[in-house]
C-alpha cells in the first residue's frame, strides 16, 4: 500500500544554520502534501503544505519542494532557532477526486537545533 | 482559543473499562478527523466526518471504537472493553472543505490514552 517514510530519524543543526528534512512518498496518485512540527506533548502543528501542481513555496524561514519524477518532499527550514527543535512529519493526501480526505503520516524525523 | 480542542487531556483506565473522549473543532471547519498516534511513529488515520455523516473508516477503527458527531459541531470516540493495545495518543482534527477544494487539517493537543 502506500506509504510515507522519512530518509532520517533523527537530524542536529547549529543554531543559526539552514536545515533540510527529506521524506519519501510512494504512491503517485498523492495530489497534496502537508508538512506538520509535533513538539513534545502536544498535537502536530501546521507549517506548510504544496499541491503537486507545484515544485515550490515558500513560507516564513520555511520552504517545501516537492519532486515528483522521484516522489520526494522536502523541508528547508532557515536560520534555525532553539523552537524549531521537535519532530518533523510530513503527511501525504491521495487526490481529492477520490473523495479520500486521510493524510498518511511518515515516522518523523526529531530536529534537535544545538545552541 | 479558537483552536482544536479535546478533552481530556489525559486518561488512565484500567483494561475492560469503556471510555469517550470528545473533540471540539474549529467552528467554521465542516470536516473533523479522529488519528492514532503511538509513540515514535506518526498519525494514523482512524475516521472523518463531513457535517453530521461519518464518510470513511479505517481498518484500525475496530467495532470496539464508534465516532458520533450528532449536530455536526463536536464530536464523540468511544472505546468499549479497553486493552493494553489501545494505550495511545488520540488526535482530533478539523478542516474546512468547499465543493472544489479543502483545506489544510488543524490538529487538537490530543488524549493520551493510558490501559493498564
Known amino acids: 500500500g502506500e506509504s510515507v517514510g522519512l530518509h532520517l530519524p533523527t537530524l542536529s543543526v547549529q543554531e543559526g544554520d539552514n536545515s533540510i528534512i527529506n521524506c519519501a512518498y510512494s504512491?503517485?496518485?498523492?495530489?497534496?502534501f502537508i508538512w506538520y512540527k509535533q513538539e513534545s506533548g502536544k498535537g502536530p502543528q501546521f507549517i506548510i503544505d504544496i499541491r503537486s501542481n507545484m515544485d515550490k513555496r515558500q513560507g516564513q524561514r520555511v520552504t517545501v519542494l516537492l519532486n515528483k519524477t522521484v516522489k520526494h518532499l522536502s523541508l528547508q527550514i532557515a536560520a534555525t532557532q532553539p523552537g524549531d527543535s521537535a519532530v518533523y512529519f510530513c503527511a501525504e493526501r491521495l487526490g481529492s477526486n477520490f473523495g479520500n480526505e486521510k493524510l498518511t503520516f511518515g515516522t518523523g524525523t526529531r530536529l534537535t537545533i544545538i545552541p | 482559543d479558537t483552536g482544536v480542542s479535546q478533552d481530556p487531556r489525559h486518561k488512565i483506565t484500567k483494561r475492560g473499562q469503556n471510555v469517550t473522549f470528545r473533540c471540539d473543532p474549529i467552528?467554521?471547519?465542516?470536516?473533523l478527523y479522529w488519528y492514532r498516534q503511538t509513540l515514535g511513529q506518526g498519525p494514523e488515520f482512524l475516521t472523518y466526518f463531513q457535517n453530521e455523516a461519518q464518510l470513511e473508516k479505517s481498518r484500525l477503527l475496530s467495532d470496539r471504537f464508534s465516532a458520533e458527531r450528532p449536530k455536526g459541531s463536536f464530536s464523540t470516540l468511544e472505546i468499549q472493553r479497553t486493552e493494553q493495545g489501545d494505550s495511545a495518543m488520540y488526535l482530533c482534527?478539523?478542516?474546512?472543505?468547499?465543493?472544489?477544494?479543502?483545506?489544510?487539517?488543524?490538529f487538537g493537543p490530543g488524549t493520551r490514552l493510558t490501559v493498564t
Open positions: 467552528s467554521e471547519h465542516n470536516r
Open positions: 482534527a478539523s478542516s474546512l472543505a468547499g465543493r472544489t477544494v479543502s483545506y489544510e487539517q488543524y
Open positions: 504512491n503517485s496518485a498523492s495530489d497534496y
